[in-house]
C-alpha cells in the first residue's frame, strides 16, 4: 500500500511538471511560428463551418463554461451534495471552482495580457484571452465533478459515464469558444492545461485532508 501511494504520487507529480511546462511553452512562444501555425489552422477549420444553425447551438454549449453557467450548476450540485450528506465533497467544489475558475484564471490573464484574436468574431468579448476562462472554468468544473463521481458512488458505468460525458463537454466548449471567434486554439489549449493543474492539486490537498480527518 505504501509503494502504491508513492507512485501515485510520483505520477502525480509528473502530471503537474507536464502540465505547467506545457503550459509555460504555450505563454513564452505566443507570437512564434508554431503557434500561429496551429492557431491558425484550427480556427480555419473550426470557422470554415459557420452558419446560423450551429451558432445558436454553440451559443448555447458555451453557457456551459461561462461564470452564469458554471456557478449554476456548481450551486446545484453542491446543494444536491448537502442534502445526500456528502457535505465535504460539497465544499470541495465549490472552493476548487470559485478559486480556480474564478481567481486563479483572473491571475493568470493578467499576468499574459495577450490580446484577444482579431479574427472573425460572432459574439464580442472584453478582458484578455490567455487563458480561455470558459475553457478552465469548464475543464475545472467537470473533472471536480468527474472525481466527486468516483468518491461518493459505487457503481461503475455511473463513473464512466458521468467521465465520458465530462470530456464531451469540455472539448466542446473550448471549440465553441473558437468558433464563436473569441479565443485562440493555444488559448483553449491552455484553459485546458491551466484547469487540469489546478483539479490535480485540488484533488490531492482533499485527499490528504480527508486522510487525516480519518485518523
Given at each position: 500500500m505504501k509503494k502504491r501511494k508513492i507512485y501515485l504520487g510520483?505520477?502525480?507529480?509528473?502530471?503537474?511538471?507536464?502540465?505547467?511546462?506545457?503550459?509555460?511553452?504555450?505563454?513564452n512562444n505566443f507570437d512564434g511560428t508554431q503557434i500561429r501555425h496551429f492557431d491558425r489552422?484550427?480556427?480555419?477549420?473550426?470557422?470554415?463551418?459557420?452558419?446560423?444553425?450551429?451558432?445558436?447551438?454553440?451559443?448555447?454549449?458555451?453557457?456551459?463554461?461561462?461564470?452564469?453557467g458554471v456557478a449554476l450548476i456548481t450551486f446545484i450540485v453542491?446543494?444536491?451534495?448537502?442534502?445526500?450528506?456528502?457535505?465535504?465533497?460539497?465544499?470541495?467544489?465549490a472552493i476548487t471552482v470559485a478559486l480556480g475558475a474564478g481567481g486563479f484564471n483572473q491571475i493568470l490573464k493578467l499576468i499574459f495580457k495577450r490580446a484577444r484574436p482579431d479574427i472573425q468574431p460572432i459574439i464580442a468579448e472584453s478582458g484578455y484571452s490567455f487563458p480561455s476562462g470558459h475553457s478552465m472554468g469548464s475543464m475545472i468544473l467537470?473533472?471536480?465533478?468527474?472525481?466527486?463521481?468516483?468518491?461518493a458512488y459505487n457503481r461503475m458505468w455511473a463513473k464512466i459515464l458521468g467521465v465520458v460525458v465530462g470530456v464531451v463537454l469540455v472539448f466542446i466548449i473550448g471549440i465553441s469558444r473558437i468558433y464563436l471567434g473569441v479565443h485562440y486554439p493555444s488559448d483553449?489549449?491552455?484553459?485546458?492545461?491551466?484547469?487540469?493543474?489546478?483539479?490535480?492539486?485540488?484533488?490531492?490537498?482533499?485527499?490528504?485532508?480527508e486522510g487525516r480527518g480519518k485518523k
Open positions: 510520483v505520477f502525480l507529480c509528473i502530471l503537474l511538471v507536464i502540465f505547467s511546462w506545457t503550459f509555460l511553452e504555450i505563454a489552422r484550427i480556427i480555419d477549420l473550426v470557422q470554415g463551418h459557420i452558419s446560423d444553425r450551429l451558432t445558436t447551438i454553440m451559443l448555447w454549449i458555451t453557457f456551459f463554461g461561462s461564470v452564469k453542491c446543494v444536491c451534495l448537502y442534502i445526500t450528506r456528502h457535505r465535504l465533497l460539497g465544499m470541495y467544489l467537470y473533472g471536480s465533478l468527474a472525481f466527486i463521481l468516483f468518491k483553449v489549449l491552455g484553459g485546458y492545461l491551466a484547469g487540469a493543474f489546478w483539479i490535480l492539486i485540488c484533488m490531492i490537498a482533499f485527499t490528504y485532508f
